[in-house]
């Protein structure tokens, strides 16, 4: 079996997740009839200490619908370049919200609220008006860093001050939560929606959810049915998500000291590209002797999978599906192969 470092959604369900799956009450969701969904969508609204959530497909569809939610048609979204929201989802705000997007330098998690307060266009009939301010905690491109308390807070000043919406496509905020201790409910408070998922390090096969208020919530479940994402039996999934949220998230601290341990071996050769802070470890090839696809190449060849990001950069993912000792044998490999 290779060793998978590429993403953190390669994951298979547990034994026990799919005990949970295979005896899972369900009904119609359409009709909202679904025992297990509802109950999903109260934990999960209860944990950032919302009002309600909305259970759906995928991360990106849980975005959209968000931004959808919160952005007119020819209103603008403000995120960073390096976003998921405009870097992976093909143009979804563009094209079904009608959505302008308008970023800032990538720079991952380490966002300057007063820059993008001063990118803010006001409301009239002369300038697409800023609706939305998107965040990505933890940033998948930014190599997994964690947008600390304080910065967030800043962005919320900034946002309320513009009579603007602020997002957290909060993919791995269970990673930040774990990592800074900061209490789920904490980061709830500070947006009027985050996309929140279960398919990443929390190991479910599917499922993400909206999280806002009772009223944002139902134009968000009038949104998810236009695009299609109206499920029926889900209840199938979303008992694995609320497995993953009862046996999964506390070890999580697990896949951050995995990806520490994985850092540390490749330090000497001078390719980490930032600290690291969870499970990512992003690579900075610009030094090496070979490219990411090179790299990449070499260590598929040994048994080791990891993602190019691009010429230069790469990534390593650790997650539920990696043992201490596959780790350690990763840990052996990538520092012969940046050697040679
Ligand atoms: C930060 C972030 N947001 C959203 C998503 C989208 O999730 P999905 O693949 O379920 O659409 C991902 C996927 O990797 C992600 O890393």
């Given at each position: 079996?290779?060793?998978d470092l590429r993403s953190d959604t390669v994951t298979r369900p547990?034994?026990?997740m ?38 759906c497909p995928t991360g990106s569809m849980a975005n ?20 998921h929201?405009?870097?992976y ?47 990505e905690q933890t940033h998948n491109r930014?190599?997994g ?23 957290c496509d909060g993919a791995r905020i269970w990673h930040a939560h774990v990592a ?14 985050l996309s929140v998922c279960l398919s990443k390090g929390l190991g479910a096969p599917v499922g993400s959810l ?30 694995a998500g609320?497995?993953a949220l009862?046996?999964h998230v506390?070890r999580l601290?697990?896949d951050h000291?995995?990806a ?18 969870t499970n990512l ?26 993602s ?7 990534r390593?993912v650790t997650h539920l599906d990696v ?18």
């Open positions: 079996m290779p060793i547990t034994a026990g799919r005990e949970a799956m295979a005896t899972a009450e369900v009904g119609d969701d359409v009709y909202g009839e679904d025992p297990t969904v509802n109950a999903l969508e109260s934990e999960v609204a209860a944990l950032f200490g919302h009002e309600a959530a909305l259970f959209q619908i968000a931004l959808q939610v919160l952005v007119p048609p020819g209103g603008e979204l403000l995120c960073d370049a390096d976003a929201v405009v870097t989802e093909m143009g979804a705000a563009a094209a079904y919200g009608g959505i302008t997007s308008r970023t800032w330098p990538a720079v991952g998690a380490d966002i300057d609220p007063d820059g993008v307060a001063g990118m803010i266009r006001p409301d009239g009939y002369w300038a697409v008006p800023t609706r939305a301010i998107a965040v930014g190599g860093g964690v947008i600390p308390l304080d910065t967030l807070r800043e962005l919320r000043r900034v946002a309320d001050a513009a009579q603007s919406a602020l997002h800074d201790g900061v209490p789920l409910a904490t980061y709830g408070a500070l947006f009027d929606t909206v999280v806002g208020t009772a009223d944002k919530i139902e134009q968000a479940r009038l949104v998810r049915k236009r695009m299609g994402g109206g499920m029926r039996q889900a209840g199938i999934l979303a008992a609320r497995y009862t046996h506390d601290a697990e000291a995995k520490a341990r994985l850092a540390e071996a490749i330090t000497p050769y001078g390719v980490l590209a930032a600290p690291v802070r470890v992003p690579l900075d090839l610009t030094k090496a002797p070979m490219d990411a696809h090179a790299l990449a190449a070499a260590a598929r060849a040994e048994g080791v999978l990891i190019v990001l691009g010429p230069r950069t790469a390593l043992t201490n000792a596959a780790i350690d044998r990763a840990a052996t490999i990538l520092p012969r192969i940046l050697r040679a």
